[in-house]
């Protein structure tokens, strides 16, 4: 006992020396992006980072080190340092409005939410302090941004595994928040008790719809189980958090229900085990977007009722040479059989290919809103082949 006691004092001491060399790898990538910022030059270069990966995997094989774990290890630190570097070139850019000594920003649900970390992990980032505002309806947390009563407002749009949120896109149809930024999180359910139990035992179950149509596989095997339904996957972990039987559950991130003392007793509960929300950002006032960074570019339009109108659309992107990653339709109210269009692009509001594009778009269309231009946080990893 004494020498396993050693051992994990040996590796605690060994992981406090990896933090301190991370954060100094972090200090030194920040300097790297005011370089960039002086330079004009971008803040990705993937055949540097590619380069980076093959050498540090030859590196690793010297030191019995599998090149699958190197890669996973330095494609997170990769990404890491590419999203803060992009937070200051972002500052940069937008250095006249300056930053904010307190963040106030709405999100759904409470403590432990998957919104309340994805507000974390977002705002991380950002070195004004962060007071969140837990609200229990998307339309809430929109109307205290427009009201003034926060700065931001955070919302999931799209799920890997259920697909859009509706009720959002209708939203942003009528509110005169701007998109300023987006993150994606990764997203796993699952199925927590206030004291120790096995799901068979389980005869009520707490969960928000959305976490409850991404498990709905799973869960096919509770015919008698009684389901109620929440705001949030936070105030699930609140209604369960009291019992003694054993027989209650809820439905959510483990990360947060631990908040609340829970404990999981069952994991990766959704229909597609790599499962993933994609979170965007709102505020009242849009923001300029860095050049040197990856951005999106989103906007709503209606178009003619009349046939090939949509594609008469797309044809202009295409020609143009903007890629349209995100086409979504919804109803418009009061106006039967008439949709709007939701148009997510890679492309810089200020890129001249895209002003071109927008310019030809909007005679077309009956109605055109940019919604807003904003940093892309879809990162894609630096690829290399793990047999060299």
Request: proline share 3%; glycine share 6%; charged share 20%.
């Given at each position: 006992?004494?020498?396993?006691?050693?051992?994990?004092?040996?590796?605690?001491?060994?992981?406090?020396?990896?933090?301190?060399?991370l954060?100094?790898?972090?200090?030194?990538?920040?300097?790297?992006?005011?370089?960039?910022?002086?330079?004009?030059?971008p803040?990705?270069?993937?055949?540097?980072?590619?380069?980076?990966?093959?050498?540090?995997?030859?590196?690793?094989k010297?030191?019995n080190?599998?090149?699958?774990?190197?890669?996973?290890?330095?494609?997170?630190?990769?990404?890491?340092?590419?999203?803060?570097?992009?937070?200051?070139?972002?500052?940069?850019t937008?250095?006249?409005?300056?930053?904010?000594?307190?963040?106030?920003?709405?999100?759904?649900?409470?403590?432990?939410?998957?919104?309340?970390?994805?507000?974390?992990?977002?705002?991380?980032?950002?070195?004004?302090?962060?007071?969140?505002?837990?609200?229990?309806?998307?339309?809430?947390?929109?109307?205290?941004?427009?009201?003034?009563?926060?700065?931001?407002?955070?919302?999931?749009?799209?799920?890997?595994?259920?697909?859009?949120?509706?009720?959002?896109?209708?939203?942003?149809?009528?509110?005169?928040?701007?998109?300023?930024?987006?993150?994606?999180?990764?997203?796993?359910?699952?199925?927590?008790?206030?004291?120790?139990?096995?799901?068979?035992?389980?005869?009520?179950?707490?969960?928000?719809?959305?976490?409850?149509?991404?498990?709905?596989?799973?869960?096919?095997?509770?015919?008698?189980v009684?389901?109620?339904?929440?705001?949030?996957?936070?105030?699930?972990?609140?209604?369960?958090?009291?019992?003694?039987?054993?027989?209650?559950?809820?439905?959510?991130?483990?990360?947060?229900?631990?908040?609340?003392?829970?404990?999981?007793?069952?994991?990766?509960?959704?229909?597609?085990?790599?499962?993933?929300?994609?979170?965007?950002?709102?505020?009242?006032?849009?923001?300029?977007v860095?050049?040197?960074?990856?951005?999106?570019?989103?906007?709503?339009?209606?178009?003619e009722?009349?046939?090939?109108?949509?594609?008469?659309?797309?044809?202009?992107?295409?020609?143009?040479?903007?890629?349209?990653?995100?086409?979504?339709?919804?109803?418009?109210?009061?106006n039967?059989?008439?949709?709007?269009?939701?148009v997510?692009?890679?492309?810089?509001?200020?890129?001249?290919?895209?002003?071109?594009?927008?310019?030809?778009?909007?005679?077309?269309?009956?109605?055109?809103?940019?919604?807003?231009?904003?940093?892309?946080?879809?990162?894609?990893?630096?690829?290399?082949?793990?047999?060299?």
């Amino acid at each position: 006992m004494t020498e396993l006691s050693q051992l994990r004092k040996d590796i605690n001491e060994i992981d406090n020396e990896l933090m301190i060399l991370l954060a100094k790898r972090r200090r030194v990538s920040n300097l790297v992006a005011e370089a960039k910022i002086i330079q004009n030059k971008p803040v990705r270069d993937i055949k540097r980072e590619e380069q980076m990966l093959v050498e540090l995997i030859k590196g690793g094989k010297s030191l019995n080190l599998d090149a699958y774990f190197v890669k996973q290890v330095f494609q997170t630190v990769i990404e890491d340092s590419v999203l803060h570097q992009q937070a200051l070139l972002q500052k940069h850019t937008n250095r006249a409005t300056g930053e904010l000594p307190v963040n106030r920003v709405t999100y759904l649900g409470s403590q432990g939410s998957y919104s309340d970390l994805a507000t974390q992990k977002y705002f991380s980032r950002h070195a004004s302090e962060l007071k969140q505002i837990g609200c229990t309806s998307f339309k809430e947390i929109i109307d205290k941004v427009e009201q003034g009563q926060a700065d931001h407002g955070v919302l999931p749009i799209e799920n890997t595994s259920s697909g859009s949120i509706n009720e959002v896109y209708d939203l942003l149809q009528h509110t005169s928040l701007s998109i300023v930024g987006e993150l994606t999180h990764p997203v796993n359910h699952c199925m927590v008790t206030a004291v120790e139990t096995t799901p068979d035992k389980i005869k009520k179950l707490y969960a928000h719809p959305q976490v409850y149509a991404q498990c709905s596989n799973f869960l096919a095997q509770f015919q008698d189980v009684e389901i109620e339904i929440c705001d949030a996957s936070s105030a699930a972990f609140e209604a369960v958090q009291h019992d003694t039987t054993g027989e209650i559950a809820a439905l959510g991130s483990g990360e947060g229900s631990r908040l609340y003392g829970l404990q999981v007793i069952a994991e990766a509960l959704a229909n597609q085990k790599e499962n993933f929300s994609r979170f965007i950002v709102l505020a009242n006032n849009s923001v300029s977007v860095s050049t040197q960074i990856p951005s999106k570019t989103t906007w709503i339009m209606s178009t003619e009722q009349k046939p090939g109108a949509l594609v008469d659309a797309l044809i202009i992107l295409k020609e143009h040479g903007v890629n349209m990653c995100r086409l979504e339709s919804r109803p418009i109210n009061g106006n039967p059989w008439e949709e709007m269009f939701y148009v997510d692009v890679e492309a810089n509001l200020r890129d001249q290919n895209l002003i071109n594009a927008i310019n030809e778009l909007k005679p077309i269309t009956r109605y055109f809103k940019v919604l807003g231009c904003y940093p892309s946080e879809d990162i894609q990893p630096a690829q290399v082949d793990l047999g060299n």
